[in-house]
């Protein structure tokens, strides 16, 4: 059982948007900053949004993240097949003292 | 650029130590917090320790707490999980991840290929 939670799942087709919740409670989410990684079969998880909202150099700005209160959102548009991978989203604990990451969301894109 | 090398991982058996080293490079290592993260087999990321910048305070998770220490040395740019009493629910790929403060933030902006450890007999 994760700390935080994330659907299992989301899908959509090629072009369109897709968004991914991450929810979690006023000891991680609530006040400390939310990253989002995007792990690709077989390959080390890639940072996509670091402290919410910044997207480190390289990564297009069709990967968008955004926080209010517990939850965070991860949205990516204009989908690519070479989008579809599993998507964690992450932050620390400050009353666990504890990093921690949702169960992970798997993107198809059909 | 930005290199994290993680070794030392192999097969031991249940009860056996192991140690873990990541080799960074490219950056200023003694300035930033690093972390180690583990993937079970087909299981999504779990966090497993954190060193701050000079070493000074140490965070475990709870399911390797007494078990693991991480450790590191900044004049050889090196973080190492010393890994003790290991059950087969250790197996997992180990990242090293560095964070993107020197304190923990739980943002993690470069991550290691990881390395394999597996606990059977």
């Known amino acids: 059982q994760s700390v935080l939670t994330q659907p299992p799942s989301v899908s959509a087709a090629p072009g369109q948007k897709v968004t991914i919740s991450c929810s979690g409670s006023?000891?991680?989410?609530?006040?400390?900053?939310v990253s989002w990684y995007q792990q690709l079969p077989g390959t080390a998880p890639k940072l996509l949004i670091y402290e919410n909202d910044k997207r480190p150099s390289g990564i297009p700005d069709r990967f968008s993240g955004s926080k209010s209160g517990t939850s965070a959102t991860l949205g990516i548009t204009g989908l690519q097949t070479g989008d579809e991978a599993d998507y964690y989203c992450?932050?620390?604990?400050?009353?666990?003292?504890?990093?921690?990451f949702g169960g992970g969301t798997k993107l198809t894109v059909l | 650029q930005v290199q994290l090398v993680e070794s030392g991982g192999g097969v031991v058996q249940p009860g056996g130590s192991l140690r873990l080293s990541c080799a960074a490079s490219g950056f200023t290592f003694d300035i930033y917090a690093i972390h180690w993260v583990r993937q079970a087999p087909g299981k999504g990321l779990e966090w497993v320790a954190f060193i701050r910048y000079d070493g000074s305070k140490q965070y475990y998770a709870d399911s390797v707490k007494g078990r693991f220490t991480i450790s590191r040395d900044n004049s050889k740019n090196t973080l190492y999980l010393q890994m003790n009493s290991l059950r087969a629910e250790d197996t997992a790929v180990y990242y090293c991840?560095?964070?993107?403060?020197?304190?923990?933030?739980?943002?993690?902006?470069?991550w290691g290929q990881g390395t394999l450890v597996t606990v059977s007999s």
């Open positions: 992450g932050t620390w604990d400050s009353s666990l003292s504890a990093g921690v």
């Open positions: 006023s000891s991680n989410i609530g006040n400390n900053y």
């Open positions: 991840a560095k964070d993107y403060h020197y304190y923990a933030s739980g943002n993690y902006n470069y």
